[in-house]
């Protein structure tokens, strides 16, 4: 097969869409994928995402799979959580620095859209609480006024601690926004560090990716669903009988392939092509020859 486009950053891109728009609660299909992937000039076949999935998650990825009609995938878990980054960006939003925008930006760039669309409706909402907050206190003062006029000596004692205290309180902020940004870097370092091991990994595995057949299964009325959503969109049910159906879907037939014949059991049996059904025999007897 003719190498595609852009092929060596497949996996790069792949990652992107997985670190952008998934997370614990939204997944993508594989469909979804390879609409995604084409929008970046990427062509992808669908039968070359589960590697790819799987050389992901052998990087340290923490994919899910939900099971379905079409299975999809999400990614559940990365460095920082969104409350974390919330958290984090609450606490610079409040020091006023000028620098908070853009720390904010980079930290929820480490997030889903919709967890990063999340930590900013928070920080919106307090920023408006924050505005609010000295209205009260103005139309406070009258009253306020009556009150602290008998206490002159100690409001002004009070002042000059203040004002003795503000250095200190610059420093600890400078040290704090220091040590945020210290974490952004390293962060970016290690995104950095693992897109380059994956562009060495694609690079060693770019190699003909093996073409879809046409294949016969005959499986068990219980597993039909099973059976169809791991074929995906090519697959179809022609036959149906009272305990079993007859289904043909185009499919590789790699080692993978044959290792989830071999999870099915005697619920799901290879009818077509003859010559895959001899290959899956020697294959599966020469795992059985180690237990000898």
Not at 10 to 24: F, P, S, V
Not at 59 to 79: C, V
Not at 192 to 217: F, N, V, Y
């Amino acid at each position: 097969m003719a190498k595609q486009s852009n092929q060596k950053a497949k996996l790069l891109y792949l990652q992107k869409i997985l670190m952008e728009e998934t997370d614990a609660v939204h997944g993508i299909t594989i469909a979804g994928m390879v609409e995604r992937l084409a929008a970046f000039g990427v062509a992808a076949e669908r039968k070359s995402l589960y590697d790819d999935i799987e050389v992901l998650r052998g990087f340290g990825m923490d994919i899910a799979t939900e099971r379905g009609r079409a299975n999809s995938y999400k990614l559940i878990s990365r460095g920082l959580t969104a409350q974390e980054v919330a958290a984090i960006c609450l606490a610079l939003q409040q020091t006023g620095s000028a620098e908070t925008e853009e720390i904010t930006g980079k930290l929820c760039s480490l997030l889903s859209c919709y967890e990063a669309e999340s930590v900013k409706e928070e920080l919106a909402v307090a920023a408006e609480e924050a505005q609010a907050a000295p209205a009260e206190e103005t139309a406070a003062e009258p009253e306020a006024v009556e009150t602290e006029v008998p206490q002159e000596a100690e409001t002004a004692a009070e002042e000059v601690a203040a004002e003795e205290a503000e250095p200190q309180a610059e420093d600890e902020q400078l040290a704090a926004e220091a040590e945020i940004a210290a974490a952004v870097l390293e962060e970016e370092k290690a995104i950095e560090a693992e897109a380059a091991a994956m562009r060495k990994a694609a690079a060693a595995k770019a190699e003909p990716e093996a073409a879809a057949e046409e294949i016969e299964l005959k499986c068990d009325v219980a597993l039909k669903d099973e059976v169809l959503a791991y074929l995906g969109d090519t697959a179809k049910v022609v036959k149906t009988k009272s305990s079993s159906v007859v289904i043909e879907a185009q499919a590789v037939c790699s080692e993978d392939f044959y290792v989830q014949l071999i999870k099915w059991g005697s619920g799901v049996k290879l009818s077509e092509p003859s010559y895959r059904r001899k290959e899956f025999v020697k294959y599966f007897k020469k795992i059985l020859s180690n237990y000898k």
